[in-house]
């Protein structure tokens, strides 16, 4: 077994503490790699306090991930020593079933392995996350990294960069089309950087006016106040699409309301309580409401390598593992810009 050092949390009312537990023993097709730098997502802290589901403790989060490979199992292909590696929010999954035969890992019909707060494919062994030294992992679930990258920017790609990426290329969201972004967070601003390069004209929609000027710098056209009654009545029926990345409640009425006849509103936040939408929301202009989940390993790795050549990084702010509740706090109130991420070299 792999001595591990880590920050978990030992229940959901305990702050995460420094905790020591055993990785496996590399195995044939396995990639271990000592993590350089992971990315500290909202889910992180939805999971420790169990706001979605029941949680597996002691809990080690963090599934925005890069480091360099230590070892590598005999049957190893594609990673050797030294080279760069990240994983994102899955570690394995059934590997059998018609949607992972599609690419589509992220949606097995038989659960796949988050890479924390869950169970490998034995489905008894808890999975432990980024918020460590080391890991390993099979490496069919293992990216390439660029070398020619802020590897601390990287990281968040790995789950904010993916997540947005995904849903947005699924709906073919490009030239032609208006892109409303509604939130401008760890995930909106991924969402304002791909919406932009891929050609759309891009609206972030916000309750902070505060956050117009960071916007435009990311990229964005324009802003609407949602706040505000005379930005919203003037931006009613204007979308073909709207990216919302809040995970906080909202109502999912007011942002249909923005959206042109056959408007699509894809959701990637995770609001805590469901939401109520009124059936007229979507009658009215025969809308769809739908949802996207990061993106299978294909498409990861298509987004990590889009991202090396168009030179797109998470806009970020490096901390201390000790550092990590404070980081917590601040997250809850829209204090950092826009990703936190922690330096493993302070574990």
Known sequence: MIATKAYAAQDEKTPLAPWTFDRREVGPHDVQFDILFCGVCHSDLHQIKNDWFPGIFPMVPGHEIVGRVVKVGDHVKNFKVGDLAGTGCMVDSCRTCENCKQDLQQYCLNGNSPTYNG??????TPTYGGYSNT???NEDFVLHISKDQDLAAVAPLLCAGITTYSPLKHWKVGKGHKLAVVGLGGLGHMAVKFGVAFGAEVTVVSTSPKKEADA????AHHFVVITDQAQVKA???SFD???DTVSAEHDFNL???LLKTNGVHICVGVPSKPAEIAAFSLLGGRKSLVGSNIGGIKETQEMLDYCAKNNIVSEIEKIAIKDIQSAYDRMLKGDVRYRFVID???L
Do not use: C, N, P, W
Not at 216 to 219: A, N, R
């Open 235 to 237: 931006a009613k029926g």
């Open 216 to 219: 435009k710098k990311l990229g």
């Open 135 to 137: 890991i390993v992992v």
């Open 241 to 243: 699409f709207i990216l």
């Open 344 to 346: 493993m070299a302070t």
């Open 119 to 124: 169970r490998e494919q034995d489905h008894k």
């Open 255 to 257: 942002y249909l309301s």
